[in-house]
């Protein structure tokens, strides 16, 4: 079988390598002024500004644009939007306000022939200066620039301020945006490009001779010693068996203990033998997206040199057809010695989570957090743009709903109902693997709490894509989605 090579992530087209550039000698210019929250405009700058322009800004206009003899010029200015319901959780934060600003200016911006930019911030907010960056990074991330070659940059970009620790702010916005492409990138990918093989090979290359940090590989093989017999019947029908990737980090003192972050990796969903109808099966090279946070999550935290110390584990594995396949009715036995009747072969994330959620929980962690493209039925709820939440814990669950309203990248807080427990029962096994009817999401989280062994845990059933281009998306693919809001996790509040 033929496989496409897969293009090194440092072959994306990231920030850092923009910052600080000398304005191009030639060719269009352009520059951003970046009014932040409570900053005013500055008599000089108005002084350059069109009348009609003038008024606009004046009465509090987000964003403007006039030409003068030198540059094109934008005026950006952030403000207050208070939802005043929900817990303020959906009311734009100066990060989340900033970001999505500038990230949208900068796709204007792009769409003309402009070689030079700079942006210009006049503010006193290090969240807002952080949130402009990333908004940048987001949105000059296009697929089709990346892979399967990359293309050479055609801007260079300048970010000022006044801020003493400038550099510092700088470099952590670059490791966010790098982070949160990455995942979009690896959701990107098709499946006959990112195999579970390749994805192996993928991770290796990124992380393995970065400081502090070691990369173990569990192949089918191991998986089968290790007694994870979800894990392997997922990935039995495919070329590519099953594999469990481990990120390892200590970034922390010796004596301190790890948040351990599981992801949903499988590469193709096409179901198993209940198959999936064409629809639901074309955009199932997504269904990685839970591992995809993870690694972003991961580079972030390996990049900034948190003090911390992480676990990362990829489960990965292709849900194929072939001859192998495990079958709707098979008896699994889990690593934790549970049996799962299996009632339908595409509810298969929530198999490979579990025995790999076991192996993460034998160590005690603080937290274990889970990430995964789960259910359609949390998107029937919630809707494409907010996950939903579940956890055993209120403390850590309240840590990260407000992690993500700080970082403009919400999730909604689910309820783990016990009368639903009973529905998981099987009359051959200890539990099944999915239920039919209503509350798919809630029962698929009830059956992952089985496996977390009473340590704090945290489960996001996300749904990793963007539908259509919009606001700083330059086009439909992955988004991201939580990388943001678990870095803020991971760097205030662990």
């Known amino acids: 079988m033929m496989q496409i090579s897969v293009p090194a992530t440092k072959s994306l087209p990231w920030l850092n390598t923009c910052l600080n550039e000398k304005a191009a000698k030639d060719g269009i210019s352009a520059q951003v002024f970046f009014i932040g929250r409570g900053a005013k405009l500055s008599p000089t700058l108005l002084k350059t500004v069109p009348a009609s322009v003038k008024k606009k800004l004046t009465d509090k206009s987000s964003m403007e644009s006039?030409?003068?003899?030198?540059?094109k010029n934008w005026i950006l200015q952030a403000q207050v939007v208070q939802s005043g319901n929900h817990y303020e959780l959906?009311?734009?934060s100066p990060y989340a306000m900033a970001r999505d600003l500038m990230g949208t200016c900068f796709r204007q911006i792009s769409q003309q022939?402009?070689?030079?930019?700079?942006?210009?911030?006049?503010?006193?907010?290090?969240?807002?200066?952080?949130?402009?960056?990333v908004g940048i990074e987001m949105a000059q991330y296009r697929f089709k620039d990346v892979w399967p070659q990359s293309?050479?940059?055609k801007m260079k970009i300048q970010i000022k301020s006044s801020f003493k620790n400038h550099k510092a702010l700088l470099q952590e916005a670059c490791a966010l945006g790098e982070g949160v492409n990455i995942a979009r990138y690896l959701v990107d990918l098709p499946a006959n490009a990112l195999t579970p093989k390749n994805y192996v090979s993928l991770l290796q290359q990124h992380f393995s001779k970065k400081a502090k940090?070691?990369?173990?590989?569990?192949?089918?093989?191991?998986?089968?010693?290790?007694?994870?017999?979800?894990?392997?019947?997922?990935?039995?029908?495919?070329?590519?068996?099953?594999?469990?990737?481990?990120?390892?980090?200590?970034?922390?003192?010796?004596?301190?203990?790890?948040?351990?972050?599981?992801?949903?990796?499988?590469?193709?969903?096409s179901g198993g033998l209940d198959i999936k109808p064409s629809v639901g099966m074309r955009l199932m090279k997504k269904d990685m997206g839970g591992s995809a946070c993870v690694v972003g999550l991961a580079h972030y935290v390996v990049a900034t040199k948190l003090a911390v110390?992480?676990?990362?584990?990829?489960?990965?594995?292709e849900n194929a057809i072939s001859e192998d396949s495990f079958r709707p009715g098979d008896v699994l036995t889990a690593r934790n010695g549970k049996t799962v009747e299996i009632h339908n072969t595409d509810a298969e994330?929530?198999?490979?989570?579990?025995?790999?959620?076991?192996?993460?929980?034998e160590s005690k962690p603080a937290f274990l957090i889970d990430v995964a493209t789960l259910t359609g039925a949390i998107k029937m709820g919630l809707g494409s743009s907010v996950p939903g939440l579940f956890s055993n814990d209120d403390n850590l669950a309240d840590s990260l709903l407000q992690a993500g309203k700080l970082r403009g990248d919400n999730s909604w807080r689910m309820p783990?109902?016990?009368?639903?427990?009973?529905?998981?029962?099987?009359?051959?096994?200890?539990?099944?693997?999915?239920?039919?009817?209503?509350?798919?999401?809630?029962?698929?989280?009830?059956?992952l709490e089985h496996f977390v062994n009473k340590v704090p845990w945290a489960h996001f059933d996300i749904y990793a894509w963007n539908d259509r281009p919009n606001g700083l998306f330059a086009a439909s693919g992955g988004s991201g989605q939580i990388v943001q809001a678990l870095s803020h996790f991971v760097s205030h509040q662990v």
Not at 66 to 71: G, L, P, Q, S
Not at 425 to 442: H, I, L, P, Q, R
Request: net charge neutral; proline share 2%.
């Open 66 to 71: 006039f030409e003068t003899k030198n540059h």
């Open 90 to 92: 959906f009311s734009p």
């Open 113 to 133: 022939p402009v070689k030079s930019l700079v942006v210009q911030y006049f503010g006193e907010s290090e969240d807002e200066l952080m949130g402009l960056c």
């Open 151 to 153: 293309k050479a940059k």
């Open 213 to 269: 940090t070691q990369v173990t590989v569990w192949d089918h093989k191991r998986l089968e010693k290790e007694k994870m017999g979800l894990h392997v019947a997922v990935g039995q029908g495919s070329h590519d068996k099953s594999y469990m990737v481990r990120v390892q980090y200590r970034g922390g003192k010796t004596n301190d203990k790890t948040v351990a972050f599981v992801g949903k990796g499988i590469t193709f969903d």
């Open 309 to 317: 110390n992480c676990d990362f584990y990829l489960a990965l594995a």
């Open 349 to 361: 994330g929530r198999l490979v989570l579990a025995d790999v959620m076991t192996v993460a929980s």
């Open 416 to 447: 783990l109902v016990p009368q639903e427990k009973s529905r998981l029962k099987s009359d051959v096994a200890d539990m099944v693997n999915c239920t039919e009817g209503y509350g798919g999401a809630v029962t698929a989280a009830l059956f």
